[in-house]
């Protein structure tokens, strides 16, 4: 079957680095997607990866390792108001179970 | 700025009724989705539509339907509302057809008595 695990919960402090994993086991992969989510928010896109590497966007960065089904989310220089969930999801290339989301990893960020 | 509008932020229903929620976007996407979200599942995919009038299953598309009649609507469909389709459902829209850069509405809260 598809899946991907991500852990549940994650805590860090303000200021410091986290780094939110993601191992998927799927057919048919394409590329890794990255979602945060404030309590009672719409998920909003963060970052994207079809290829081997790191791809930085500011404070965030995403990495991708295809031989070894997965990925991570990186926060760096952590502000209060990443506190949220952070949902990895992957395209793969089939009509079915086309686009498959993780359960979220919930981030609390302490002072 | 992009926007994608769903028509209710709370909606209760009984059980058997047919209910209707609405998704409008104004980015002139292509590709429309609709998830469910329920804690400790995340999102999972019901339906999207990559065209008008073109529809996909998703991963759980039993006991819903869904129309798009124009580009920028997309409407989902409970032929018979029950109990466990108690959840949060969201609607997104994209350029592409995967999970790349999707935008999302803020979600309704559906309730099944």
């Known amino acids: 079957g598809q899946s991907l695990e991500q852990p549940s919960e994650v805590t860090a402090v303000e200021g410091a680095i986290v780094q939110i994993n993601c191992t998927y086991q799927?057919?048919?992969?394409?590329?890794l997607s990255w979602y945060q989510q404030h309590d009672g928010g719409a998920p909003t896109f963060l970052s994207y990866?079809?290829?081997?590497g790191l791809e930085e966007t500011g404070r965030f960065s995403s990495f991708l390792s295809r031989s070894d089904s997965y990925g991570y989310l990186l926060l760096q220089e952590l502000q209060m108001k990443d506190s949220a969930s952070y949902f990895c999801?992957?395209?793969?290339?089939?009509?079915?179970?086309?686009?498959?989301f993780g359960s979220g990893t919930r981030l609390s960020i302490r002072p | 700025d992009v926007k994608v509008t769903q028509s209710s932020r709370y909606l209760v229903k009984r059980t058997g009724e047919k209910v209707f929620l609405e998704c409008v976007q104004d980015?002139?996407?292509?590709?429309m989705f609709w998830y469910r979200q329920d804690p400790g599942l995340g999102l999972r995919l019901i339906y999207f539509?990559?065209?008008?009038?073109?529809?996909e299953k998703g991963d759980i598309p039993e006991g819903y339907s869904v129309s798009r009649e124009k580009k920028e609507r997309f409407s989902l469909i409970l032929e018979s509302a029950s109990t466990n389709q108690t959840s949060m459902y969201l609607c997104?829209?994209?350029?592409?057809?995967?999970?790349?850069?999707?935008?999302f509405g803020p979600g309704t809260r559906l309730t099944v008595t």
């Open positions: 997104a829209s994209s350029l592409q057809d995967g999970a790349y850069e999707q935008y």
């Open positions: 799927t057919s048919g992969f394409y590329g």
């Open positions: 990866n079809a290829l081997d």
């Open positions: 999801a992957v395209d793969r290339y089939s009509s079915a179970s086309k686009i498959i």
């Open positions: 980015m002139d996407h292509e590709n």
């Open positions: 539509s990559y065209d008008v009038k073109m529809k």
